[in-house]
């Protein structure tokens, strides 16, 4: 991957989009790339009695709770450029590539027929739409990642080099 600029990475809160930030993570820090973590938003049926601001500080709470559960905080010596936008997630990923050197990072859906639904609607979308190399990363992966220190009581991995 050669040439990569940016990394971009969906965080909707879920365990999956955890298993693409640790994923994102690791392939900006690999490239010295750029990090774009993107918590989009939108206001639904139920929020429609919240101003506008607040639902946009939960997005951004929520991107921050993710680098929070993942590392602790922001992890140092990457570059990262958080997005938090109102638009539709699939939009929103990809209007956030600049190119095809950049990479979008996904998470896969889990098992649940309704996130099944949503999330393979927002990665078919990035997939046929985004200009760019799309990867997309299951839960699965992270729970791969954190079994073995979960076990042998060893430190758990931060930052994926």
Do not use: K
Not at 17 to 23: G, V
Not at 80 to 86: E, F, Y
Not at 122 to 149: D, F, I, K, M, W
């Amino acid at each position: 991957m050669t040439g990569t600029t940016r990394v971009i990475v969906g965080l909707s809160g879920s365990l999956s989009s955890l298993a693409a930030l640790y994923h994102a993570v690791g392939e900006a820090a690999r490239h010295d790339a750029v990090l774009v973590p993107v918590a989009a938003w939108t206001a639904g049926e139920r929020d429609g009695l919240r101003p506008l601001r607040e639902l946009e500080h939960a997005a951004r709470r929520r991107l921050d709770v993710a680098f929070e559960q993942a590392y602790g905080g922001f992890p140092s010596g990457l570059v990262i450029h958080p997005v938090v936008v109102n638009a539709d997630p699939g939009h929103a990923l990809v209007s956030a590539v600049t190119g095809p050197q950049d990479l979008l990072v996904i998470g896969t859906a889990t098992r649940r027929r309704l996130d099944r639904l949503r999330h393979s609607t927002v990665a078919r979308h990035c997939r046929h739409r985004a200009g760019c190399r799309v990867v997309e990363v299951s839960p699965s992966a992270l729970l791969t990642r954190l079994e073995l220190p979960a076990r042998t009581g060893a430190p758990l991995p931060l930052l994926a080099r």
